[in-house]
C-alpha cells in the first residue's frame, strides 16, 4: 500500500459525532473494508484460496457498493486507518485513527453500540456525564477543561504511532457547548502541542431556519473568535443549505438529522482520494497571504433524487458549472454576490487532464467577474481515476470566496442583538467567563468581514491608485 501522510480526527459533540459516523461510513465503501475493518478484497482472497472461514459480513447503507475486487480501494488507506496485522490466519485490520469525545455519554453510546462498534479502539471514546447544556463557556472552562488532558494522552499515543503526521481534522458544530467550547479548546490545545502541522476544521454553523437553541450566535461567534487564531482551514458547512439540497434536489420530504449528516462526507471524501502531495497543493492554494482568510465554502456535483440516477449524464462542463452554484453549496450564501480568492477542485472518474482543464478555463472566463484578477491560477484541478461509490463521476469543490462574508453577518446580528440587552449572558460568566470576551469576540468578526470586504474590492481599488499615478506622470 502506498505511503501516507497520516492525519488525526477528532470529532466532538453530538453533531460532531453523528456527521462522524457518516464520514466513517463513507470511507469504509471508498477503501473496500468492512465494519470490523477487515478488507473485503482479503476475505475475497481467502474464499478463492479455499479456506474453511467464509466472509459472511451482512453490509449497510453504502457498504453494499462495495465491489471487494479492486486493489485500488485499499490505496491512500493508511491516511485515516492503522493497519493492524493480525495473528496467523487472521486478517489485517484497519483500525481508525480517531478520537470520538463528548461531555454527555448517550452519543458515544450509541455509536459504540451502533454498526461501526467494533471499528474504533476501546480506548478512543471519551465522554462526561454532566453535559454542557449548550453553554460554550462549559465547554471551554469547567466541564471540557477537565477531559482535554485525557483527550491529548490519546491523541499523543496516536501521533506517536505515525510516520509522517499531515495534521488534525475537526468535525464538530459551532451552535452548542460541547463541539464548540471543548471543540475550541481542543483547537488552541493542538495548536501548542503541534504547532508545524495542519490544523483543519469541519465546521457546522448555526442557520436561522435550522436553530435548536437561542444562544447558537452566542457559541458560534465565540468559536469563530478561536478559529481566526487557531485554525488553518476552517471548511463551513450549514444546515440550512443541507435541508435544502435534501428538500428541493434529493426529494426528502421530512429531512432528519440522518439525512443531513450524510452530505457532507460526500464532498470531504474526495480530499482523501488524492495523493498526499497534491493534498498539500490544494491545500497551499487555498491560503492567502492573510491567514485569517482561511473560512471555505464546499460544493459537490452530483446532488440528484435517488429515483433518477439511471436518467443522470453529467458532462465535465455541467460538473464544473454545478460546483460554483448555490444549489450545490453546503452553506447558504450566494456566491454571486461576492469573488472567488481561490478554488481547489478535484474531479473523480474517467476524466482526462485536459477536458477538465478547460471546462475550468471556460467557466472563469465566462464569469470572470466572480473571479479575482490579482491572484493567478488561483484555481488548481486534481484528477483521481478511482469514480466515488455509487457513482461513475463526481466534482467536488473548496472556495475561498468573499460571499462567505454573509455567513459571519448574518450570525454578527444576532450576536449583537442579544448581547446589547446582555441576554442570558449570566450562564456564560457563572462558568468563569469575562463579559469582555464577547466584546472581543465581536470586533474580530467585523474586523474579519471587514478584511473580506476589502478582499473584495481590491481590484477597483488598485485601478483608481493605477489611474493616479498615471495622471501624476502626464
Same mark, same amino acid.
Given at each position: 500500500m502506498p505511503t501516507? +501522510?497520516e492525519?488525526?480526527?477528532?470529532?466532538?459533540?453530538?453533531?460532531?459525532?453523528?456527521?462522524?459516523e457518516a464520514?466513517w461510513?463513507m =470511507?469504509?465503501?471508498?477503501?473496500?473494508?468492512?465494519?470490523?475493518g477487515?478488507?473485503?478484497? /482479503?476475505?475475497?482472497?481467502?474464499h478463492?484460496? !479455499?479456506?474453511?472461514?467464509?466472509?459472511?459480513?451482512?453490509h449497510?447503507?453504502p457498504?453494499?457498493t462495495?465491489?471487494?475486487t479492486?486493489?485500488?480501494?485499499l490505496q491512500r488507506a493508511?491516511?485515516?486507518f $492503522?493497519?493492524?496485522?493480525?495473528?496467523?490466519g487472521? &486478517?489485517?485490520?484497519?483500525v481508525?485513527?480517531?478520537?470520538q469525545?463528548?461531555?454527555?455519554? !448517550?452519543?458515544c453510546?450509541?455509536?459504540?453500540s451502533?454498526v *461501526?462498534?467494533?471499528?474504533? +479502539?476501546?480506548?478512543t471514546y471519551?465522554?462526561?456525564?454532566? !453535559? &454542557?447544556?449548550?453553554n460554550w463557556?462549559?465547554?471551554?472552562?469547567?466541564?471540557g477543561?477537565?477531559?482535554?488532558?485525557?483527550?491529548l494522552?490519546?491523541?499523543r499515543?496516536?501521533a506517536?504511532g505515525c510516520?509522517? *503526521?499531515?495534521?488534525?481534522?475537526?468535525?464538530?458544530?459551532?451552535?452548542?457547548?460541547?463541539g464548540?467550547?471543548?471543540?475550541?479548546?481542543? @483547537?488552541?490545545? @493542538?495548536?501548542?502541542e503541534f504547532p508545524d502541522?495542519?490544523?483543519a476544521?469541519?465546521?457546522i454553523l448555526?442557520s #436561522?431556519?435550522?436553530?435548536?437553541?437561542?444562544?447558537? %450566535?452566542?457559541?458560534a461567534l465565540?468559536s469563530?473568535?478561536?478559529?481566526?487564531?487557531?485554525?488553518d482551514?476552517?471548511i463551513c458547512?450549514?444546515?440550512?443549505?443541507?435541508?435544502?439540497i435534501?428538500?428541493?434536489?434529493?426529494?426528502?420530504p421530512?429531512?432528519?438529522?440522518?439525512?443531513?449528516?450524510? +452530505? #457532507?462526507?460526500?464532498?470531504w471524501?474526495?480530499?482523501?482520494?488524492i495523493?498526499?502531495?497534491?493534498? *498539500?497543493?490544494?491545500?497551499?492554494?487555498l491560503?492567502?497571504?492573510?491567514?485569517?482568510?482561511?473560512?471555505?465554502?464546499?460544493?459537490?456535483?452530483?446532488?440528484?433524487?435517488?429515483k433518477a440516477?439511471? /436518467?443522470?449524464k453529467n458532462?465535465?462542463?455541467?460538473l464544473?458549472?454545478?460546483?460554483?452554484?448555490?444549489?450545490?453549496?453546503?452553506v447558504?450564501?450566494?456566491p454571486?454576490?461576492?469573488?472567488?480568492?481561490?478554488?481547489?477542485?478535484i474531479?473523480?472518474?474517467?476524466?482526462?487532464s485536459?477536458?477538465?482543464e478547460v471546462?475550468?478555463?471556460d467557466l472563469?472566463?465566462?464569469?470572470s467577474?466572480?473571479?479575482?484578477?490579482?491572484i493567478p491560477?488561483?484555481v488548481?484541478v486534481?484528477?483521481?481515476?478511482?469514480? %466515488?461509490?455509487?457513482?461513475t463521476?463526481?466534482a467536488?469543490? =473548496?472556495?475561498?470566496?468573499?460571499a462567505?462574508?454573509e455567513l459571519?453577518t448574518?450570525?454578527?446580528?444576532?450576536?449583537?442583538?442579544? /448581547?446589547k440587552?446582555?441576554? /442570558?449572558?449570566?450562564w456564560?460568566?457563572?462558568?468563569?467567563?469575562?463579559?469582555m470576551?464577547?466584546?472581543?469576540?465581536?470586533?474580530n $468578526?467585523?474586523? @474579519?468581514?471587514?478584511e473580506?470586504?476589502?478582499?473584495q474590492?481590491?481590484?477597483?481599488?488598485?485601478?483608481e491608485?493605477?489611474?493616479e499615478?498615471s495622471?501624476e506622470?502626464?
Amino acid at each position: 500500500m502506498p505511503t501516507s +501522510r497520516e492525519i488525526i480526527n477528532v470529532q466532538v459533540g453530538q453533531a460532531g459525532n453523528q456527521v462522524g459516523e457518516a464520514f466513517w461510513q463513507m =470511507l469504509l465503501a471508498e477503501h473496500g473494508i468492512d465494519h470490523s475493518g477487515v478488507s473485503i478484497i /482479503f476475505n475475497v482472497f481467502r474464499h478463492v484460496q !479455499g479456506t474453511r472461514r467464509l466472509f459472511t459480513s451482512v453490509h449497510s447503507g453504502p457498504l453494499q457498493t462495495y465491489t471487494g475486487t479492486d486493489p485500488l480501494e485499499l490505496q491512500r488507506a493508511g491516511t485515516y486507518f $492503522t493497519e493492524v496485522t493480525g495473528a496467523s490466519g487472521n &486478517a489485517t485490520r484497519f483500525v481508525p485513527r480517531s478520537v470520538q469525545v463528548d461531555l454527555e455519554a !448517550g452519543v458515544c453510546n450509541k455509536l459504540r453500540s451502533g454498526v *461501526l462498534g467494533n471499528l474504533f +479502539r476501546p480506548d478512543t471514546y471519551l465522554s462526561a456525564e454532566s !453535559g &454542557a447544556g449548550n453553554n460554550w463557556a462549559k465547554g471551554y472552562y469547567t466541564e471540557g477543561a477537565e477531559l482535554v488532558d485525557s483527550i491529548l494522552d490519546i491523541i499523543r499515543r496516536q501521533a506517536e504511532g505515525c510516520d509522517a *503526521l499531515q495534521g488534525f481534522q475537526i468535525l464538530h458544530s459551532l451552535g452548542g457547548g460541547t463541539g464548540a467550547g471543548l471543540g475550541s479548546l481542543m @483547537l488552541s490545545k @493542538l495548536r501548542e502541542e503541534f504547532p508545524d502541522r495542519m490544523m483543519a476544521t469541519f465546521s457546522i454553523l448555526p442557520s #436561522p431556519k435550522v436553530s435548536e437553541t437561542v444562544v447558537e %450566535p452566542y457559541n458560534a461567534l465565540l468559536s469563530v473568535h478561536q478559529l481566526v487564531d487557531s485554525s488553518d482551514l476552517t471548511i463551513c458547512i450549514d444546515n440550512e443549505a443541507l435541508y435544502d439540497i435534501c428538500m428541493r434536489t434529493l426529494k426528502v420530504p421530512a429531512p432528519n438529522f440522518e439525512n443531513l449528516n450524510d +452530505r #457532507p462526507p460526500e464532498a470531504w471524501n474526495e480530499f482523501d482520494s488524492i495523493s498526499p502531495r497534491k493534498s *498539500l497543493s490544494c491545500m497551499n492554494t487555498l491560503k492567502l497571504m492573510s491567514i485569517q482568510l482561511h473560512f471555505l465554502m464546499p460544493s459537490y456535483a452530483p446532488f440528484y433524487d435517488p429515483k433518477a440516477k439511471h /436518467f443522470e449524464k453529467n458532462s465535465v462542463p455541467e460538473l464544473t458549472k454545478a460546483l460554483f452554484d448555490r444549489k450545490n453549496l453546503l452553506v447558504a450564501c450566494d456566491p454571486r454576490f461576492g469573488r472567488y480568492l481561490t478554488a481547489a477542485i478535484i474531479f473523480r472518474g474517467d476524466i482526462s487532464s485536459r477536458e477538465a482543464e478547460v471546462a475550468v478555463h471556460d467557466l472563469q472566463l465566462k464569469n470572470s467577474q466572480h473571479f479575482v484578477e490579482w491572484i493567478p491560477d488561483n484555481v488548481s484541478v486534481s484528477l483521481v481515476s478511482v469514480p %466515488p461509490v455509487g457513482q461513475t463521476q463526481s466534482a467536488t469543490a =473548496l472556495s475561498n470566496s468573499t460571499a462567505i462574508q454573509e455567513l459571519f453577518t448574518r450570525t454578527l446580528e444576532s450576536f449583537s442583538a442579544m /448581547f446589547k440587552r446582555k441576554a /442570558f449572558l449570566h450562564w456564560y460568566t457563572g462558568e468563569g467567563m469575562d463579559i469582555m470576551e464577547f466584546s472581543e469576540a465581536e470586533n474580530n $468578526t467585523r474586523d @474579519l468581514i471587514s478584511e473580506y470586504q476589502q478582499y473584495q474590492e481590491a481590484t477597483v481599488e488598485e485601478e483608481e491608485f493605477g489611474e493616479e499615478e498615471s495622471a501624476e506622470e502626464q
